[in-house]
């Protein structure tokens, strides 16, 4: 038998990993969204900065951190006019050797070839192109000539086709004739695909013959386009950071290296095509290299190509853009620039957007990200488990339990399960469907395999409690948000809407947001819920909806809970409209205070959580705890949640 090795795994994300539980992640964006945050901003936030937990992968804001200092490193990493100098300094060498040769040769040949080299323009295309006739006296300084004329050759090539500096090492007159021909067929090509009569099969030739010439390994035309296209703007990106006198001189020596390799016609024929078919490059930009070390044109280009990459890459991981997604950023460009790891991070900042969609958490809805009934609920479990978090110990009782029987004891019966239903499965109940339903088969053994729908799921049901009228009373007003008691009013609504819908599915739960009106507010809609930017605190509308929602249930005990930082300033007229008057008006202090007295003819106890100490809300809800018999909380905002929990709590283990 062959043997087997185990180890740990290398070659990226483990495959066996658990995959990323993206309520984390929910939960993570719910605090911005309570403030007033968009679900879209605050994915974005939450993708810059990474999400604990994880697999401790980096955000967004670090991968752009190690961008940009990988341009800084770039940007210092030598200066452009590499190859100039090297020229310059080879040219000067070659005309030394020269004179050396001549000095001690008392001929006039030796005196007129003096003067000829006294007359070299100081110009170093025109001094290498004024001395390519020059017939050379001293074998040291021909050879030192021909050495700056393949320079010049591989530099020039390399500049256009990374790793031409490789395949020129030895320079043969057959390899420079298959790089003429490679060029030659590279054209036709374009111009085939131009006509649209370019092939696969015409590509995969091409490179089975001068594969060895591209070592990115290009898999199609489109992408040895681009590979050239982003070269050959880099090259011309090199020419504009350059001084006018550099990039002149560069220019002629470019140019009389490609005529006199036979490549000047096509190249140009090249260059055209690259810029026609990928003009959205940055050709003649200019790029700041600030560097000591010279750097050779090709390293050069391959350095100023790099920081093309980088620019689009930060401008991708930024993300501030209209319409930006994960899906803009180029992972080739993150392997580039960074390396694997970078490219596992950012596949799992596009995981955990994709799954927050995939698994209903989020949803497109005309183009806008909005959070979907799931999504709210999920909001509100964490925030009535933050809210059990804070209660002290021993007044949890049994009410932090997540499990199924939430309601009461089972009594054995079961129902059909609906969506969002925690209890637990009645799995004997649920086979008997399926096979009632004809969903059963046999596997050719004899033997009977059921498989199961939806709908015949079933779910055990739990013994009913005393069931209660619920009403949730949440100031709406603009001083809410300015007392920052916004966000917390909203996640303690969830949070009681999340209790009452896990714990007591049986109660009867309202929640009315009042401002200059009053409005029943829909779980769906409570988390990306605004403040309303009007006057007005109309809470005697607020309690004539929820006496209308109390009415519809006579046989329910009515709780009725109010959350506000100010006394009414507002109420509605027999016209439906409302008035505002401030201070306080003394018929908006009397409308309100006779439909107090209404829900105490209901027996309604109303409990008020004050969020503010002014004089005159202290007078006003002493005079509602007088007329109903309710209580009067001033606890902090960020203990909203736990006081508004607690005393529905109490009110239902009263009963």
Same mark, same amino acid.
């Given at each position: 038998?062959?043997?087997?090795?185990?180890?740990?795994?290398?070659?990226?994300?483990?495959?066996?990993?658990?995959?990323?539980?993206?309520?984390?992640?929910?939960?993570?964006?719910?605090?911005?969204?309570?403030? *007033?945050?968009?679900?879209?901003?605050?994915?974005?936030?939450?993708?810059?900065?990474?999400?604990?937990?994880?697999?401790?992968?980096?955000?967004?804001?670090?991968?752009?951190?190690?961008?940009?200092?990988?341009?800084?490193?770039?940007?210092?990493?030598?200066?452009?006019?590499?190859?100039?100098?090297?020229?310059?300094?080879?040219?000067?060498?070659?005309?030394?050797?020269?004179?050396?040769?001549?000095?001690?040769?008392?001929?006039?040949?030796?005196?007129?070839?003096?003067?000829?080299?006294? *007359?070299?323009?100081?110009?170093?295309?025109?001094?290498?192109?004024?001395?390519?006739?020059?017939?050379?006296?001293?074998?040291?300084?021909?050879?030192?000539?021909?050495?700056?004329?393949?320079?010049?050759?591989?530099?020039?090539?390399?500049?256009?086709?990374?790793?031409?500096?490789?395949?020129?090492?030895?320079?043969?007159?057959?390899?420079?004739?298959?790089?003429?021909?490679?060029?030659?067929?590279?054209?036709?090509?374009?111009?085939?695909?131009?006509?649209?009569?370019?092939?696969?099969?015409?590509?995969?030739?091409?490179?089975?013959?001068?594969?060895?010439?591209?070592?990115?390994?290009?898999?199609?035309?489109?992408?040895?386009?681009?590979?050239?296209?982003?070269?050959?703007?880099?090259?011309?990106?090199?020419?504009?950071?350059?001084?006018?006198?550099?990039?002149?001189?560069?220019?002629?020596?470019?140019?009389?290296?490609?005529?006199?390799?036979?490549?000047?016609?096509?190249?140009?024929?090249?260059?055209?095509?690259?810029?026609?078919?990928?003009?959205?490059?940055?050709?003649?930009?200019?790029?700041?290299?600030?560097?000591?070390?010279?750097?050779?044109?090709?390293?050069?280009?391959?350095?100023?190509?790099?920081?093309?990459?980088?620019?689009?890459?930060?401008?991708?991981?930024?993300?501030?853009?209209?319409?930006?997604?994960?899906?803009?950023?180029?992972?080739?460009?993150?392997?580039?620039?960074?390396?694997?790891?970078?490219?596992?991070?950012?596949?799992?900042?596009?995981?955990?957007?994709?799954?927050?969609?995939?698994?209903?958490?989020?949803?497109?809805?005309?183009?806008?990200?909005?959070?979907?009934?799931?999504?709210?609920?999920?909001?509100?479990?964490?925030?009535?488990?933050?809210?059990?978090?804070?209660?002290?110990?021993?007044?949890?009782?049994?009410?932090?339990?997540?499990?199924?029987?939430?309601?009461?004891?089972?009594?054995?019966?079961?129902?059909?399960?609906?969506?969002?239903?925690?209890?637990?499965?009645?799995?004997?109940?649920?086979?008997?469907?399926?096979?009632?339903?004809?969903?059963?088969?046999?596997?050719?053994?004899?033997?009977?395999?059921?498989?199961?729908?939806?709908?015949?799921?079933?779910?055990?049901?739990?013994?009913?409690?005393?069931?209660?009228?619920?009403?949730?009373?949440?100031?709406?007003?603009?001083?809410?948000?300015?007392?920052?008691?916004?966000?917390?009013?909203?996640?303690?609504?969830?949070?009681?809407?999340?209790?009452?819908?896990?714990?007591?599915?049986?109660?009867?739960?309202?929640?009315?947001?009042?401002?200059?009106?009053?409005?029943?507010?829909?779980?769906?809609?409570?988390?990306?819920?605004?403040?309303?930017?009007?006057?007005?605190?109309?809470?005697?509308?607020?309690?004539?909806?929820?006496?209308?929602?109390?009415?519809?249930?006579?046989?329910?005990?009515?709780?009725?809970?109010?959350?506000?930082? *100010?006394?009414?300033?507002?109420?509605?007229?027999?016209?439906?409209?409302?008035?505002?008057?401030?201070?306080?008006?003394?018929?908006?202090?009397?409308?309100?205070?006779?439909?107090?007295?209404?829900?105490?003819?209901?027996?309604?106890?109303?409990?008020?959580?004050?969020?503010?100490?002014?004089?005159?809300?202290?007078?006003?809800?002493?005079?509602?705890?007088?007329?109903?018999?309710?209580?009067?909380?001033?606890?902090?905002?960020?203990?909203?949640?736990?006081?508004?929990?607690?005393?529905?709590?109490?009110?239902?283990?009263?009963?």
């Amino acid at each position: 038998m062959s043997g087997y090795r185990y180890g740990e795994y290398h070659d990226g994300p483990d495959p066996l990993a658990p995959p990323y539980d993206v309520r984390a992640a929910l939960d993570e964006m719910g605090d911005a969204i309570l403030s *007033g945050s968009t679900p879209l901003d605050s994915l974005r936030d939450l993708l810059k900065r990474g999400v604990p937990g994880a697999q401790d992968r980096r955000g967004l804001d670090e991968l752009l951190r190690e961008v940009r200092k990988r341009r800084r490193e770039l940007r210092e990493r030598g200066n452009l006019d590499g190859t100039l100098e090297r020229a310059r300094a080879l040219l000067d060498k070659a005309i030394g050797q020269e004179r050396a040769e001549l000095f001690p040769d008392p001929s006039d040949d030796a005196r007129l070839r003096e003067s000829e080299l006294d *007359g070299v323009p100081s110009d170093t295309a025109s001094a290498v192109q004024q001395l390519s006739s020059y017939e050379w006296r001293s074998p040291a300084a021909r050879q030192t000539f021909e050495e700056l004329r393949e320079l010049l050759r591989r530099e020039v090539l390399d500049s256009r086709f990374r790793g031409m500096r490789e395949a020129l090492a030895n320079p043969d007159p057959e390899m420079m004739e298959r790089v003429r021909q490679m060029m030659s067929d590279l054209n036709d090509m374009l111009d085939q695909d131009a006509r649209g009569q370019h092939t696969q099969d015409d590509f995969d030739q091409f490179i089975e013959k001068y594969g060895d010439l591209f070592p990115e390994n290009p898999r199609n035309l489109e992408e040895l386009v681009d590979i050239l296209a982003r070269r050959a703007a880099a090259a011309q990106r090199m020419l504009a950071s350059m001084t006018p006198e550099q990039r002149a001189e560069l220019q002629a020596l470019i140019d009389q290296t490609l005529e006199q390799a036979g490549l000047g016609e096509q190249m140009a024929r090249l260059s055209q095509a690259l810029y026609a078919r990928r003009p959205d490059l940055a050709w003649d930009t200019p790029e700041r290299m600030n560097g000591e070390q010279p750097l050779g044109m090709g390293d050069a280009v391959s350095a100023l190509e790099e920081l093309a990459d980088l620019s689009q890459l930060e401008t991708a991981l930024r993300q501030d853009y209209p319409g930006a997604r994960l899906d803009d950023i180029d992972e080739a460009a993150i392997r580039r620039a960074l390396g694997r790891s970078a490219v596992d991070d950012l596949e799992t900042l596009k995981q955990i957007e994709r799954e927050l969609e995939q698994q209903g958490y989020l949803r497109r809805q005309r183009g806008k990200l909005e959070l979907t009934p799931k999504g709210v609920r999920r909001l509100g479990e964490t925030a009535l488990r933050k809210v059990f978090d804070s209660l002290d110990a021993g007044r949890r009782g049994d009410h932090d339990q997540r499990d199924a029987g939430a309601a009461g004891e089972l009594t054995g019966s079961s129902r059909p399960w609906r969506f969002g239903d925690e209890q637990p499965i009645d799995v004997v109940r649920t086979l008997v469907n399926g096979v009632r339903r004809g969903n059963g088969r046999g596997d050719g053994d004899g033997h009977a395999r059921v498989s199961l729908s939806v709908d015949d799921f079933e779910v055990a049901e739990t013994e009913r409690r005393t069931a209660a009228a619920v009403c949730l009373l949440v100031d709406l007003s603009y001083s809410m948000a300015l007392r920052g008691t916004w966000a917390p009013a909203k996640q303690t609504a969830l949070a009681l809407q999340a209790l009452v819908a896990s714990k007591f599915p049986g109660d009867a739960v309202q929640i009315i947001g009042f401002s200059n009106y009053a409005r029943v507010l829909q779980p769906e809609e409570l988390a990306g819920l605004e403040w309303d930017m009007v006057q007005g605190t109309n809470l005697h509308h607020a309690l004539l909806i929820a006496g209308r929602h109390l009415d519809r249930h006579p046989d329910f005990e009515p709780v009725v809970l109010v959350v506000t930082d *100010g006394e009414p300033t507002a109420h509605l007229m027999r016209n439906g409209r409302y008035w505002f008057e401030w201070p306080p008006s003394r018929e908006t202090l009397e409308l309100t205070l006779a439909e107090v007295d209404k829900m105490t003819r209901r027996r309604a106890t109303l409990n008020v959580f004050m969020l503010a100490t002014d004089e005159r809300l202290k007078d006003f809800v002493d005079e509602v705890a007088r007329r109903n018999g309710g209580r009067v909380f001033s606890p902090s905002a960020d203990r909203l949640g736990e006081y508004v929990v607690s005393d529905f709590l109490r009110s239902r283990r009263s009963r």
